[in-house]
């Protein structure tokens, strides 16, 4: 990966963050947060 690709990436990661703030006060975030949690447990179960 360059230097370039990364920093597009970050940027749109950014973007999508404020967007996700200002459109749904931070709903996305949190239920993509929530989701990644219920998804670590469950790979945990079965370590």
């Given at each position: 990966?360059?230097?370039?690709?990364?920093?597009?990436?970050?940027?749109?990661l950014?973007?999508?963050?404020?967007?996700?703030l200002?459109?749904?006060?931070?709903?996305?975030?949190?239920?993509?947060?929530?989701k990644?949690?219920?998804?670590?447990?469950?790979?945990?179960?079965?370590?």
């Open positions: 990966m360059t230097d370039r690709i990364a920093y597009v990436l970050a940027a749109v950014a973007l999508m963050l404020v967007a996700d200002v459109l749904f006060d931070w709903g996305a975030s949190l239920l993509l947060a929530r990644v949690a219920t998804l670590i447990d469950y790979l945990a179960f079965w370590r």
